[in-house]
């Protein structure tokens, strides 16, 4: 039996790639999935992967909350940082309604969270949860991006010290098994998007191996200040056609 790992990349509002990649794994890698050990993320690709282990068929409610929240954040004078905008309460909105019940005891031990300690500058991953609001608050710590998602910290365990896991580890690799690795950003990945004609000079930022090109910056961008309703059904699209090219090439497409 393989033991594989899949695991999401840090990327904002670029998560909708990965919930193309998600969406193509429940149609066409149930094969795959059988196999999956453990699930990793940061960020938003630590938001992907709790839906995508504790309930993968909300994976088109989660596209749809993403459409409305970008489209929310667009209109804001300022994008997130407008004053008076609670980002993370929105969000946080977005995950009581989408996670179970359950979704702690579903992710215990399989999820693991990145998150980044203010006072040590060291990443931690989080894999125990013991309650339902547990996950939710790892999960927005993992998310939290200071001055851009508000100026108060997420406290989680009594401390307001953790921040985006993304800052010291964007793409966790599990120490037992195959990561899989999932990014909105080109690079040495198993599943991201491939530009053509560039350099190929590689950049390694927070443990992803990501091309400098200006397709990867306007990515960036895009990450922080979502793109329009087309743009952002044309990302959710390329993540579930490079995730099938995956399947396609490993034998794991069903």
Known sequence: MKHINLSFAACGFLGIYHLGAASAFCKHGQKLLKDVKAFAGASAGSLVASVLLTAPEKIEECNQFTYEFAEETRRQLFGAVTPG???MARLRRGMDSILPPNAHQLAHSRL???ITSTRTGKNSLVSSFSSREDLIQVLLASSFLPLYAGLKPVEYKGQQTWVDGGFTNSLPILPVGRTVTISPFCGRLDISPQDKGQLGVYVTIANQDILVSVANLVRLNHALFPPGQREME???????????GFLLKENWFE
């Open 85 to 87: 905008y609670d980002f």
């Open 112 to 114: 693991h969270v990145s």
């Open 234 to 244: 044309s990302l959710y699209r390329r993540g579930f056609r490079d995730a099938v």
